[in-house]
């Protein structure tokens, strides 16, 4: 039987499992046996062989991280930009998604507004904007406008709403989505105003609504804390808007024709 500096290749196996356990490498201990048959056919240099190993290791701890990261935002459903059907929405240009892909303007604490009819993609958008970012390392939050406010009043309540405020103020990237899809009463409009002004400048907002910035004194009764919270949202950001043709609308119907 072939030894390795006096120990059988069996033992050796062994000892690398062990130290894989005890150093937790995981993706090292499960990879070793194929990365070292490959590396012996491919004639690799020692040198080459650890460096395999490592990135190994390497990679798929940023794989899990990233996981970890789509779990943590709470998104409820998963949507990724790459399935975003561009022909189907004229209105949204391909570029400008992909630039906002690269994740800059989360780094900059921007703001990022979608307005749009129901069915032209603003969730959709919002989720795999949410998600690039949460792929490139940032800390992401999901959650419904109506959500949102309903917990701020139960933590004011409670008397945690510090806690709250600044637990929402931690990650990299708040994403509300429905916003305008309902009216919210005073108390909630006022706190969820908090937490924007917590944010301004300083960490991202993307929110998805259905209505245009005129119209969103239907949700925000105050005039002049809707026209706060509006400017809180544009200042120095990226408005997109999705149009008003449904394209769940049209799938429906191209469906239909189909059968037909």
């Keep these: 039987m072939t030894r390795a500096r006096g120990i059988t290749e069996q033992a ?11 150093l937790r490498l995981p993706t090292i201990r499960a990879q070793f046996n194929e990365l070292a048959d490959r590396a012996e056919r491919d004639q690799l240099t ?20 990233a996981d ?3 779990r943590a935002a709470n998104f409820p459903r998963s949507k990724w930009l790459s399935d975003f059907d561009y022909d189907a929405n004229s209105s949204v240009q391909a570029a400008v998604i ?3 892909a690269t994740c800059e303007w989360v780094k900059k604490g921007a703001p990022l507004c979608l307005i ?21 390392g940032h800390r992401v939050r999901y959650v419904l406008a109506s959500k949102l406010a309903n917990e701020l009043v139960e933590a004011a309540d409670d008397r945690q709403l510090t806690k709250t405020i600044a637990r929402y103020g931690r990650v990299d990237l708040l994403c509300i989505d429905e ?17 924007l002004t917590e ?22 009764t105050d005039p002049r804390l809707c026209a706060a ?19 769940r609308l049209a799938h429906t119907r191209a469906q239909q024709d189909k059968q037909a």
């Design 12 to 22: 050796a196996d062994a000892a690398v499992d062990t130290a894989c356990r005890m």
């Design 98 to 100: 992909n630039t906002l």
């Design 199 to 220: 944010r301004e400048e300083k960490s991202s907002v993307a929110i998805a609504s259905n209505e245009s910035f005129s119209g969103w004194t239907k949700t925000f």
């Design 46 to 65: 020692y040198r080459g062989f650890l460096a395999e190993l490592f990135m190994a290791e390497c990679e798929e701890r940023d794989r899990r991280r």
């Design 116 to 136: 749009g009819d129901s069915g032209t993609g603003k969730s959709h958008l919002l989720i795999g904007l949410g998600s690039a970012a949460a792929m490139a």
């Design 179 to 195: 916003l305008g899809y309902m009216e919210l009463d005073r108390r909630g409009a006022e706190l969820l105003f908090q937490v």
């Design 229 to 247: 919270i509006v400017d809180r949202l544009t200042f120095g950001g990226n408005i997109i808007e999705t149009g008003t043709q449904s394209y």
């Design 68 to 70: 970890r990261r789509i």
